[in-house]
């Protein structure tokens, strides 16, 4: 059974800082393509950014553009999500998610995801 586990979420002020990481069992977590999303209160599951397998290309969703960073580390099977000027709006559930090699780089399918984990920012 493949696992991902979100860690990092919390409460913070809105101009503050959060680092997401996954983290997973999978063996070749290194070919995987790694993407985290999140899903607010009310609303459907949209897409944060995500990395290729050997983390020299990445993607962001326009909103978080410019304020966030996805990194990995192959050697320690993380993925990471440095999260700054967080912002009343980013408040939701941060789920990270992986996909093989060979659907590409970007993907929209993912085969694995982690359960999640809350992002709150205050005002």
């Known amino acids: 059974q493949v696992q991902l586990v979100e860690s990092g979420g919390g409460m913070v002020q809105a101009g503050g800082s959060l680092q997401l990481a996954c983290t997973t069992s999978?063996?070749?977590?290194?070919?995987?393509?790694v993407g985290w999303f999140r899903q607010a209160p009310g609303k459907g599951r949209e897409f944060v950014a995500t990395?290729?397998?050997?983390?020299?290309?990445?993607s962001y969703a326009d909103s978080v553009k410019g304020r966030w960073t996805i990194s990995r580390d192959n050697a320690k099977n993380t993925v990471y999500l440095q999260m700054n000027s967080l912002k009343p709006e980013d408040t939701a559930v941060y789920y990270c998610a992986a996909s093989v090699l060979r659907r590409g780089f970007p993907t929209t399918e993912y085969d694995y995801w982690g359960q999640g984990t809350q992002v709150t920012v205050s005002s």
């Open positions: 999978i063996r070749t977590f290194s070919t995987y393509t």
């Open positions: 990395i290729n397998w050997s983390g020299d290309m990445t």
